[in-house]
């Protein structure tokens, strides 16, 4: 049972558009989404994350939006360029003690040039 | 210097074989795990141990083994494999964060892709 719900499951853009994915969760003890990039053939890293406290967070051109009361989050990424071609991860768990992050079935992002 | 280092890279065998992939970590991290990858690119948990106790066991066939010598290194035997088996399979570790965020951030190996054949 998937406790994280992604889309798109793939998503290409033109260099210097906007790339939007979107996810969805259930359990409401969830208070940490971070957001996992993978390029490939190599594993998943941390790109950015939010904590429920805030409805938004930005770093650079990667913009993570948290609706709570939707049980939602989204990663934006703005001016997307080809080195962001990759798939795109989120993930949730419970902050303070949960070693068990559910993820997201993943996103690919091609972005054109 | 590698902070996830996950031996062979690559691994081709037949069905029935007995095989294991190595992980070490030099991040003084506490806990490590093992993930699956597979062909849609799902990432589904298999284990974790913090200190060398494991602490998670995800629904996994007992085919699958762990080892954890000591923190710093979390090995995966895996006996009779099936085709089923084949995938990328992913070693982690990760260290809370004990500022306001209460994260704990993974830190993911290159990956070791089985085939089964």
């Known amino acids: 049972q998937q406790q994280v719900k992604q889309s798109p499951q793939s998503l290409i853009v033109q260099k210097g558009g906007i790339s939007i994915i979107n996810c969805a969760y259930e359990?409401?003890?969830?208070?940490?989404f971070p957001w996992y990039q993978q390029f490939p053939g190599k594993g998943p890293a941390l790109l950015i994350a939010?904590?429920?406290?805030?409805s938004e967070k930005k770093e650079g051109r990667f913009t993570i939006s948290f609706n709570k009361s939707a049980k939602q989050f989204s990663l934006h990424i703005m001016d997307s360029q080809p080195g962001d071609s990759a798939t795109y991860f989120c993930a949730a768990s419970r902050a303070f003690g949960d070693y068990k992050l559910s993820f997201g079935a993943g996103t690919t992002v091609t972005v054109r040039a | 210097d590698t902070a996830v280092s996950q031996t062979p890279k690559y691994l081709v065998t037949q069905m029935g074989n007995d095989k294991s992939i190595k992980c070490e970590q030099n991040?003084?991290?506490?806990?490590m795990y093992w993930y699956k990858q597979d062909s849609k690119k799902f990432l589904k948990i298999m284990f974790s141990?913090?200190?060398?106790?494991?602490?998670i066991n995800e629904t996994v066939p007992n085919r699958f083994s762990p080892k954890s010598p000591d923190k710093a290194h979390l090995n995966l035997h895996i006996n009779s494999l099936e085709l089923g088996d084949s995938a990328v399979y992913f070693c982690?570790?990760?260290?809370?964060?004990?500022?306001?965020?209460?994260?704990?951030?993974?830190?993911f190996g290159a990956g070791s892709r089985l085939t089964v054949l």
């Open positions: 991040l003084g991290h506490d806990t």
């Open positions: 141990y913090n200190n060398k106790e494991l602490i």
């Open positions: 939010i904590r429920p406290d805030v």
């Open positions: 359990n409401t003890a969830f208070d940490y």
């Open positions: 982690a570790s990760s260290q809370w964060d004990r500022g306001q965020s209460g994260a704990n951030v993974l830190t």
